[in-house]
């Protein structure tokens, strides 16, 4: 192909593809029905992140200020970068029974590297993904979390 038509068919390429581009750009633009752009962060108070992000590794608590978590370590174990460190402890019960309880279930958000192994291994379920993302802190050692929070117990019947 000589160099004059090469010219042409690239120069005709590049109109195509700006058209395809604009084409769809236009539909959005005369569409307002279908805007998907958000308006970050002056839509901060409204944002609803979608169920499925995965923002950092939290511990729910019921309103009882209860948790799922037996201290069992498993998630420590799986956490393919030590972003996990589980610290528990042995208790008696009122009834004479030693058993091991979460101390603190300690998060390093700064080497998470969002993977959802700790949350699909933990064998009482006692992890989610929460959806917080704004994550930016002068103080390094903020990205540090307990995620079992002060005061808080296991829910009664919930068996290593
Ligand atoms: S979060 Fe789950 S896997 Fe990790 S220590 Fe608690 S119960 Fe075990
Ligand atoms: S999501 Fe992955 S990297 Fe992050 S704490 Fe869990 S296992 Fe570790």
Redesign the pocket.
């Known amino acids: 192909m000589s160099s004059f038509i090469k010219y042409f068919t690239d120069l005709f390429g590049g109109i195509k593809s700006l058209l395809t581009g604009l084409t769809v750009t236009g539909k959005y633009f005369f569409s307002p029905g279908e805007i998907v752009t958000q308006q970050y962060p002056e839509n901060r108070k409204n944002l609803v992140m979608f169920d499925r992000f995965?923002g950092e590794?939290i511990m729910p608590h019921n309103e009882n200020n209860e948790h799922r978590c037996t201290g069992c370590g498993i998630?420590e174990n799986?956490?393919?970068?030590?972003?996990?460190e589980v610290i528990s402890k042995r208790i008696e019960t009122p009834e004479g029974k030693k058993v091991r309880i979460i101390d603190q279930h300690i998060?390093?958000?700064s080497?998470?590297?969002?993977?959802?192994?700790?949350?699909k291994?933990c064998p009482s379920n006692a992890?989610a993904w929460g959806q917080e993302f704004e994550h930016a802190v002068f103080d390094r050692a903020k990205l540090t979390k307990i995620l079992n929070k002060p005061g808080s117990s296991i829910i009664k019947g919930i068996e290593e």
């Open positions: 995965k590794v998630c799986n956490c393919p970068n030590g972003s996990i998060y390093h958000l080497m998470c590297t969002f993977c959802g192994l700790c949350i291994t992890l």
